[in-house]
């Protein structure tokens, strides 16, 4: 079977994009050179790759099992491509990261941090729900993921690195001013706004419910930090986020920390990547960053 480098990087592209059009763009190719190329990978192979439905490319079986050889032999070629530069002086290169969204908080700032100390280093930083994290993570598409709650049954190198609190809010106009510290049992008649299902956040609020023996009054779900904030604040119930989306946030003249026992709830920030997985020296340079950086 001879298959080139290049053509293992158009079929990476035509799995990322759908598209034999968009893939012949990323490679600066023109279409029909594309699906020449693409041709000859079907041909080599000797079973169907790829078949298109309603002008999208859907990958067969074997069509994703190449894609993922693709992808790992072209992170495999940035790595040695940055161990080449570091052993010539330089450092530049490339730089995957995929983060949950509750992580958007101070994440860019930590990348910011790194690119200025970095400044041949291009980063792609990809914000998504835990389950849409855990989807990259588990296709290998990143180099570093961060989130609160990593995944139990996947091989995972894994490392904590920053504390993220959970704390209970409501509406400034309810709760403010200094109280008696509450007890969970005090909250039975709030209704609770909470995180969606499957979200870091509601799996450790979850947890705590339980250890607890509580069962709270949920009256919605949110897929978001900034809707529970607007929800709260508008007096349809109390709400747990973590304090990094209270930090630097004009709406909390609207909203006020509830002081109750058992908050808040002390879950933690995981860097991981899949334990097989080699990084490359830009990616190992920004995990011990993380660990370098100032608590906030």
């Given at each position: ?154 091989e995972l ?130 995990k011990a ?8």
């Amino acid at each position: 079977m001879h298959i080139t480098f290049r053509q293992l990087r158009l079929f990476e592209a035509l799995a990322a994009t759908g598209s034999v059009s968009k893939a012949a763009a990323a490679l600066r190719v023109t279409q029909p050179t594309a699906s020449a190329q693409l041709k000859e990978i079907t041909e080599a192979v000797g079973l169907p790759l790829y078949e298109v439905i309603g002008r999208r490319v859907h990958l067969t079986g074997t069509g994703q099992e190449l894609a993922k050889t693709a992808r790992s032999i072209a992170l495999e070629m940035e790595a040695f491509r940055q161990y080449a530069d570091g052993v010539k002086g330089l450092s530049r290169g490339q730089l995957r990261i995929a983060a949950v969204s509750t992580a958007k908080y101070f994440v860019p700032r930590l990348v910011g941090s790194f690119c200025k100390a970095h400044p041949g280093v291009d980063v792609s930083l990809q914000v998504l729900n835990r389950d849409g994290v855990i989807a990259r993570l588990r296709e290998n598409l990143d180099d570093i993921y961060i989130m609160s709650q990593p995944p139990e049954s996947m091989e995972l190198a894994d490392k904590v690195f920053k504390d993220n609190p959970l704390v209970l809010i409501g509406a400034k106009s309810e709760f403010r001013g200094k109280r008696p510290k509450r007890q969970l049992a005090d909250l039975k008649s709030q209704r609770f706004i909470m995180r969606e299902r499957g979200s870091g956040t509601r799996m450790a609020v979850d947890h705590h419910f339980r250890k607890h023996r509580f069962r709270p009054d949920i009256r919605m779900e949110l897929g978001s930090n900034e809707a529970i904030k607007e929800a709260v604040a508008g007096g349809l119930g109390i709400g747990v986020v973590s304090i990094h989306a209270l930090q630097h946030d004009t709406s909390m003249n609207d909203l006020a920390m509830i002081d109750v026992d058992g908050f808040p709830i002390m879950s933690r920030w995981h860097v991981v990547h899949l334990k097989a997985k080699k990084l490359s020296p830009i990616a190992d340079a920004f995990k011990a960053s993380l660990f370098a950086a100032k608590p906030s």
